[in-house]
C-alpha cells in the first residue's frame, strides 16, 4: 500500500485515468519526464540538506570561536 486509503484497486484506476487521458504513445515520455523530476526534486533535498549542514557547521564554529 502506497499511502493509508490507497490500495490495489484505487492505483489500478489512476493508471487506467492516466492511459485515457495521455494515450499508450505518450506514457513512455511521462513516465521518463516523472522520473527525471523525482531525480531533479531528490537533488535538490540533498543540495538543502548540505546547506543547512554548513549553515549549523557555521553557527556551531561561530560560538565556539567566542
Known sequence: MIAS?????EIG???LAVL???GGSQLPKLAKNLGK??????DGLADGQ???DKAKES???DDSDS
Open 20 to 22: 485515457l487521458l495521455f
Open 37 to 42: 523530476a523525482q531525480k531533479e526534486f531528490k
Open 50 to 52: 548540505k546547506e543547512a
Open 59 to 61: 553557527v556551531k564554529s
Open 5 to 9: 486509503g490507497i490500495g490495489p484497486t
Open 13 to 15: 484506476l489512476i493508471l
